[in-house]
């Protein structure tokens, strides 16, 4: 797999594209994203800090603090990511 560089992305389709990179990254298929899986997530997207990131991720919306993201987070991370300005597309993939 290689980045989403999808030019004709829209923002309407931003969160739902984050969601698919991020579940993407649940290597293990257990509906949990660990620290491991979220650090690739947020290197796909360009990130220049993923462990500073992952740190922050889970500090806001592992809203059960037992250390890794599960679907219904999911979402409080991708309003995160987005709020962050992380966008999938074109040049913006890259913060
Ligand atoms: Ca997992
Ligand atoms: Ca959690």
Redesign the pocket.
């Known amino acids: 797999m290689t980045l989403y560089v999808s030019k004709s992305a829209s923002v309407a389709l931003t969160a739902e594209k984050l969601k698919a990179i991020f579940k993407e990254q649940d290597a293990d298929g257990n509906g949990?994203l660990t620290r491991e899986e979220l650090r690739k997530a947020f290197e796909k997207l360009g990130s220049r800090y993923p462990d500073w990131r992952v740190r922050r991720s889970l500090s806001h919306a592992?809203?059960?603090?037992?250390?890794?993201?599960?679907l219904d987070?999911l979402d409080e991370l991708v309003k995160y990511v987005i709020k962050l300005g992380y966008k999938v597309a074109r040049s913006a993939i890259s913060i």
């Open positions: 949990l592992d809203t059960d603090g037992d250390g890794s993201i599960s987070e």
